[in-house]
């Protein structure tokens, strides 16, 4: 037998030595007994204090602010992930009242800019965005609409802005490639803008016999990358040349 051979036998026993071993002697009494788990954690679990009293039970006592967050963008949002555990409160007869988030800091952590948050998900800069100023200055947290509906695509779209500002198409308003209604700036994920979905938009200024400034690069639309589509070659934000 080649010594390779060998040696990898050996190292295979020694682990299916050690899987047996650490089965039989560390592995808890009930794992497995209701899946890949250890079903006595049910038992162990259960038996924590409660701290969470769920949102209907808050409902019960501030039905107005109920009424204004069911009609909100926060209306999926959990009373306690803002103010906390409410049972102490409740049982208390309110003489124990949780936190009411009031500072800067709080807010961005769903709504600063992050690039793997969902498109649409309405983001800031926290150093450029009504600097120093708490949020609620300017939102009602129960209803966070926004004072004035946003003029610009880079107040949600950062990411695409910054990309699209440093490319030859920095100069071209985002409504002319992408038909926008005004409802998509109130209800972003509701209403959305819509995309080309043939050459068409790009032979305008691109086709050999576009009527557009010299400096812009000419293609015969009809040939070129075909049977592809523009965009599966060149990223419109930032539309370089592939040679």
């Given at each position: 037998?080649?010594?390779?051979?060998?040696?990898?036998?050996?190292?295979?026993?020694?682990?299916?030595?050690?899987?047996?071993?650490?089965?039989?002697?560390?592995?808890?009494?009930?794992?497995?007994?209701?899946?890949?788990?250890?079903?006595?954690?049910?038992?162990?679990?259960?038996?924590?204090?409660?701290?969470?009293?769920?949102?209907?039970?808050?409902?019960?006592?501030?039905?107005?602010?109920?009424?204004?967050?069911?009609?909100?963008?926060?209306?999926?949002?959990?009373?306690?992930?803002?103010?906390?555990?409410?049972?102490?409160?409740?049982?208390?007869?309110?003489?124990?009242?949780?936190?009411?988030?009031?500072?800067?800091?709080y807010c961005p952590?769903?709504?600063?800019?992050?690039?793997?948050?969902?498109?649409?998900?309405?983001?800031?800069?926290?150093?450029?965005?009504?600097?120093?100023?708490?949020?609620?200055?300017?939102?009602?947290?129960?209803?966070?609409?926004?004072?004035?509906?946003?003029?610009?695509?880079?107040?949600?779209?950062?990411?695409?802005?910054?990309?699209?500002?440093?490319?030859?198409?920095?100069p071209l308003d985002?409504?002319?490639?992408?038909?926008?209604?005004?409802?998509?700036?109130?209800?972003?994920?509701?209403?959305?803008?819509?995309?080309?979905?043939?050459?068409?938009?790009?032979?305008?200024?691109?086709?050999?016999?576009?009527?557009?400034?010299k400096r812009i690069?000419?293609?015969?639309?009809?040939?070129?990358?075909?049977?592809?589509?523009?965009?599966?070659?060149?990223?419109?934000?930032?539309?370089?040349?592939?040679?």
């Open positions: 037998m080649p010594g390779q051979i060998r040696r990898l036998l050996i190292v295979t026993v020694l682990l299916l030595a050690v899987f047996i071993v650490v089965r039989k002697y560390f592995t808890p009494k009930t794992f497995g007994e209701q899946g890949h788990y250890r079903a006595a954690a049910i038992d162990s679990i259960a038996s924590l204090p409660m701290k969470f009293a769920g949102h209907q039970r808050c409902d019960e006592c501030h039905s107005d602010v109920e009424e204004t967050k069911s009609e909100s963008f926060h209306r999926n949002v959990n009373c306690e992930a803002c103010h906390g555990p409410a049972l102490d409160h409740i049982e208390s007869d309110a003489e124990i009242l949780p936190p009411a988030p009031r500072k800067r800091g952590l769903c709504h600063e800019y992050n690039p793997a948050r969902p498109t649409g998900f309405p983001q800031i800069d926290p150093i450029a965005h009504n600097p120093v100023e708490p949020c609620i200055t300017c939102h009602n947290p129960h209803a966070p609409d926004p004072p004035h509906t946003p003029g610009d695509c880079s107040a949600c779209h950062a990411s695409v802005s910054r990309t699209k500002a440093l490319s030859p198409h920095a985002c409504r002319e490639c992408h038909r926008t209604p005004e409802e998509h700036k109130v209800s972003p994920r509701r209403i959305k803008p819509d995309k080309p979905v043939s050459p068409d938009l790009c032979k305008k200024c691109h086709d050999k016999h576009a009527d557009s400034p690069p000419r293609v015969d639309v009809t040939t070129h990358g075909q049977p592809y589509l523009c965009w599966q070659c060149h990223y419109p934000h930032f539309p370089e040349t592939n040679k």
